[in-house]
């Protein structure tokens, strides 16, 4: 009889008394308490890090809105030397003059040993 009390799979088999149920109770909670701890021990949330970007000072916007109105600077579109070249006065050469300059400078420099 003792061989019986100390194997639990034989004791499922035979009728179980009181304490030996809740000897096999115990043994049952332990065993899960043992496996719960041993999952939460496993299942803790890696810490990831993950580093830190510095972009540096970031430039002001070229655009200001306000209310329903957006503004470009106008400052800080162009650089003061275009800004300078764009200001000034340009010279426009008509193509159509262009040409008979350019052909009348032809007709007095040719040699009369140029042929045509």
Same mark, same amino acid.
């Not at 009889?1 to 499922?12: F, G, H, N, S, Y």
């Not at 035979?14 to 496996?35: G, I, N, S």
């Not at 106008?74 to 764009?86: F, G, N």
């Given at each position: 009889? @003792? %061989? +019986?009390?100390?194997?639990?799979?034989?004791? /499922?088999e035979?009728?179980?008394?009181? *304490?030996?149920? *809740? +000897?096999? #109770? @115990?043994? @049952? &909670?332990?065993?899960?308490?043992?496996?719960e701890?041993?999952?939460?021990?496993?299942?803790?949330?890696?810490? =990831?890090?993950?580093?830190? $970007?510095?972009?540096? @000072? $970031?430039? +002001?916007? =070229?655009? &200001?809105? &306000?209310?329903? /109105?957006?503004e %470009?600077?106008? &400052?800080?579109? #162009?650089?003061?030397?275009?800004? +300078?070249?764009?200001?000034?006065?340009?010279? /426009? *050469?008509?193509?159509?003059? %262009?040409?008979?300059? %350019?052909? *009348?400078?032809?007709?007095?420099?040719?040699?009369?040993?140029?042929?045509q």
């Open positions: 009889m @003792a %061989a +019986q009390e100390t194997d639990p799979a034989r004791a /499922v035979d009728d179980l008394t009181d *304490e030996q149920m *809740e +000897q096999l #109770l @115990a043994q @049952a &909670t332990t065993r899960l308490r043992q496996k701890s041993s999952k939460s021990l496993q299942t803790q949330p890696y810490r =990831y890090t993950f580093p830190k $970007l510095d972009a540096g @000072a $970031l430039d +002001q916007s =070229y655009i &200001t809105s &306000t209310g329903d /109105v957006a %470009a600077d106008r &400052t800080r579109l #162009l650089e003061d030397e275009q800004r +300078q070249k764009c200001g000034g006065i340009r010279k /426009v *050469e008509d193509p159509v003059v %262009a040409r008979k300059i %350019a052909l *009348e400078v032809c007709q007095t420099t040719s040699s009369p040993f140029h042929l």
